[in-house]
Structure formats: structure tokens, C-alpha cells
């Protein structure tokens, strides 16, 4: 065993790694007055990236380089035809920031949580001329939503408005989901996770992995096979897990555990 979007994280890798043209319509997003060249209030890095900040952020954290991040963004090529889209799509995407063109990579970790920029990434920094891939400088909105894999606040304990089971777990739905159908003990799961203990090291994560996890609900911790009953799919709940439907203080990680869990689908 051992959060997130499943969808968004491989419609993305268009642009981190595969190159393909999401067919979106572009009319839903405004394509940028400036999409051509940056203006002469841009800010140029040694790489050769031009950058503006838009909107800025809530506050001073940054991404590391070997970060998983969740953003938002949209993608033109310098005539302003757009060929990529989360807005457009309505999910944000998840995925690390080593599988991601360098020069949006790079740029992401310039930004803050909540921040909105808007990047020119010179041919150099993104697909190099590739055949078949958008081609010449391209132009990226880039909206740094969160880092999923960070420990969340209330890490220590459920906040007072978190939900408790009789058994002893506690949980709080972070995003609704858009299922109907909760999965049963003996169904099969793939869920995106990050599991933190107590004092906020985060122990486990399947975005740091890249790819779901899929296994049968009675073959995980007590705490996940009752919690995971719970959900719907696209639902993402948090969890305080306590160490009796844990590891029960036979291994680590011990005490009472946080998971971030997110139910992409029942098998």
C-alpha cells in the first residue's frame, strides 16, 4: 500500500513528457495580448526563461526540484493557437516537476503557493524542435495551487470539525467526489495517497511514485479498509488513522498516522 488525480496527472504529461495536443477549445481561455514576445517588464533568467508575475501568491513557500506539484495552467504557441489546457478541462494536474518540460519546471519553482505566472519558455527549455510537438517559444499561465506532498496543518490532530468513527478514526472530505457507489471490504481499489506521521515526515506517497496504487481493501491497514469504505470515487478525504488500526506499534512509521487518500476508482 503505499494523494491524487489520477486523470489530471497523465492528461498533463502531454507537456511534461509526451508532447500531444489536448483538442480544447480555445475560446474558453484569453489568449494573452503578449503571446508573442514577453514585454520589457518581464524577467529573464539565466536559462533564457522570461517570467511576470500575474497574481501573487499567499505566501512564501516554493517547490523543490524533486517536488510533485499541482497546477493549473494553460498553454499557447507564440501565433496563440492554444494546444493545452487544465482550465479548460476543469481539474488541475498533479504530477513532479521532473517530468515536466525544464522550462516550466524551472518556472514553477520560482512561484509561490497561490501564485499566478505567466511563462515564455524560449524552443531551448521546452520540445528543442521535436517533430510533431509545438514548436518555437511557448507561452504558459501557470496558477501553483498546492504541494500535495507537504505536511497539511492539522497534522498533529483532527480539527473539531472533523467526522470520528466509532472505531476511532477520524476524517474530513477535502473534495467531494463524483461517484454514487461506496467500494465493499473485498473490493479493489486505485487510489492516489501520501501517508505523514505526526510530526509531519511525510513516510509514503504514490505521487512521488507517479502512478496509483491498486489493491484489495481487506489487505491494507484496519484504518484504510474502513476508511476507504467510506468514499465515493473522485473523492478526497483525510484521514487521522490511530495506531491500533495502524501498524498497532509493531513497525514504523508508529503512532497515529494522516493520510491524504483520493478514491480514483473502484474495481
Given at each position: 500500500m503505499h494523494v491524487m488525480r489520477i486523470l489530471r496527472f497523465f492528461t498533463f504529461l502531454f507537456a511534461a513528457a509526451v508532447g500531444i495536443a489536448a483538442q480544447t477549445p480555445a475560446s474558453k481561455v484569453q489568449v494573452p495580448s503578449d503571446v508573442a514576445a514577453p514585454p520589457a517588464d518581464a524577467v529573464k533568467t539565466k536559462s533564457g526563461l522570461a517570467t511576470k508575475v500575474l497574481n501573487p501568491g499567499s505566501g512564501k513557500i516554493h517547490s523543490a526540484k524533486d517536488e510533485v506539484v499541482t497546477i493549473d495552467y494553460s498553454g499557447?504557441?507564440?501565433?496563440?493557437?492554444?494546444?493545452?489546457?487544465?482550465?479548460?478541462?476543469g481539474q488541475p494536474a498533479t504530477l513532479p516537476l521532473k517530468r515536466m518540460l525544464p522550462g516550466l519546471a524551472e518556472g514553477v519553482q520560482l512561484m509561490e503557493v497561490g501564485e499566478t505566472r505567466r511563462l515564455w519558455i524560449p524552443e531551448s527549455?521546452?520540445?528543442k524542435?521535436?517533430?510533431?510537438?509545438?514548436?518555437?517559444?511557448?507561452?504558459?499561465?501557470?496558477?501553483?495551487?498546492e504541494l500535495p506532498m507537504r505536511a497539511p496543518a492539522d497534522v498533529k490532530a483532527p480539527p473539531a470539525d472533523a467526522t470520528h468513527t466509532k472505531s476511532g478514526i477520524a476524517y474530513q472530505v477535502l473534495e467531494p467526489g463524483t461517484g454514487t457507489r461506496h467500494p465493499k471490504k473485498v473490493d479493489t481499489v486505485s487510489v492516489h495517497y501520501t501517508g505523514w506521521t505526526t510530526d509531519g515526515r511525510m513516510f509514503d506517497?504514490?505521487?512521488?511514485?507517479?502512478?496509483p496504487?491498486?489493491?484489495?481493501?481487506?489487505?491494507?491497514?484496519?484504518?484504510?479498509?474502513?476508511?476507504?469504505?467510506?468514499?465515493?470515487?473522485?473523492?478526497?478525504?483525510?484521514?487521522?488513522i490511530p495506531e491500533h488500526l495502524a501498524y498497532q506499534g509493531n513497525q514504523p512509521p508508529f503512532g497515529m498516522l494522516v493520510f491524504d487518500i483520493e478514491l480514483i476508482k473502484i474495481q
Open positions: 499557447w504557441t507564440t501565433d496563440g493557437k492554444m494546444f493545452d489546457s487544465s482550465v479548460v478541462r527549455l521546452a520540445y524542435g521535436q517533430q510533431g510537438k509545438p514548436q518555437g517559444m511557448l507561452v504558459f499561465d501557470v496558477t501553483l495551487v506517497s504514490s505521487l512521488a511514485r507517479g502512478a496504487s491498486t489493491f484489495q481493501l481487506d489487505h491494507v491497514i484496519p484504518g484504510w479498509t474502513e476508511g476507504v469504505q467510506l468514499m465515493v470515487e473522485g473523492e478526497k478525504t483525510r484521514f487521522w
